[in-house]
C-alpha cells in the first residue's frame, strides 16, 4: 500500500534526479549562449522553446504542450539568468 510516506519518498528521489538534470541543461543553455551571436535574454528564441514544450509534450501528454511550456519557461529563464551572470563574471 502506498504511503504518505513512501509516496513523498519517491518524490524526493524524483526531484533529486530532477535537480541534476537541471543543472547540467543549465550548463548546456550557457554553452548556447557562448555560440550565439546574441546572448542571453537579448537573444531569446521563442520558436526554439515552442519546439522543445512540443517535443516534451510527446514525452508527458498528460501535462499537455501548454502546462510544459510554462514549466520550461520557468527552466529557460532561470539558465538565462545564470549564463548571463556567469558570462558578466568572467568578461
Ligand atoms: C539555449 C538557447 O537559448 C535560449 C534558451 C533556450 C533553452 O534554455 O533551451 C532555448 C531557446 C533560447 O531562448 C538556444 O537558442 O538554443
Known sequence: MTTLTSARAAIDEIDAALATLLERRAALAEAVQRLKPVRGFAGRDPERERQIAEGMAAQAPALGAERLARIMNVVIEAGLE??????????
Open 82 to 91: 545564470l549564463a548571463e551572470e556567469r558570462i558578466r563574471a568572467r568578461s
